[in-house]
């Protein structure tokens, strides 16, 4: 099973209130309008995964995201499916979408999870700029 694990970090402006997507994103800064972003400072965007990873995906193959907070032991499950229709051109970001819709920053579509439906004790420490955030693909 293709796995990757990128890290990124909290932000005091993650409220994580989106009820359709979650993504995070390379970027340093956040506005409280990026309110599906759970994670900046990532490792890596859509781009930079792996080609098997990506072909695993593009296959339409079942998905499954690990939200795991390693300083506090905590970690939630998103499942979802690829597409053919994925193209993993974002330089920036990696979006997990609800929804069917597709565009170079999305990952997984069908999801089971949005970053609305994360655990609030989750999102409450993901404020703190210190807490490490394993976001872990496996295909």
């Given at each position: 099973m ?9 932000h005091?402006?993650?409220t ?8 995070i994103?390379k ?5 409280p309008?990026g ?12 781009s930079?995964?792996p080609?098997e ?6 296959g339409?193959?079942?998905a499954?995201?690990?939200l795991?907070l390693p300083?506090y032991g ?6 979802g499916?690829g ?7 974002h ?6 979408r609800?929804?069917?819709y597709?565009?170079?920053?999305t ?7 949005a970053?609305?439906?994360?655990s609030r004790?989750?999102?409450?420490l993901?404020k703190d700029?210190?807490t490490?955030?394993?976001f872990?693909i496996e295909?």
């Open positions: 293709p796995r990757e694990v990128i890290i990124a970090w909290g005091p402006n993650i994580a209130k989106h009820p359709t997507t979650l993504e994103t970027d340093e800064h956040l506005t309008r309110d599906c972003i759970i994670g900046v400072r990532a490792s890596k965007a859509i930079d995964l080609q990873i990506k072909g695993c995906l593009c339409g193959k079942k499954m995201i690990v795991y300083d905590m970690r939630e499950v998103v499942t499916f597409s053919p229709r994925l193209t993993f051109t330089p920036t970001d990696i979006v997990v609800k929804s069917d597709v565009c170079g920053r990952l997984i579509i069908k999801a089971d999870k970053a609305a439906d994360l004790e989750m999102v409450r993901l700029p210190s490490e955030l394993h872990i295909v």
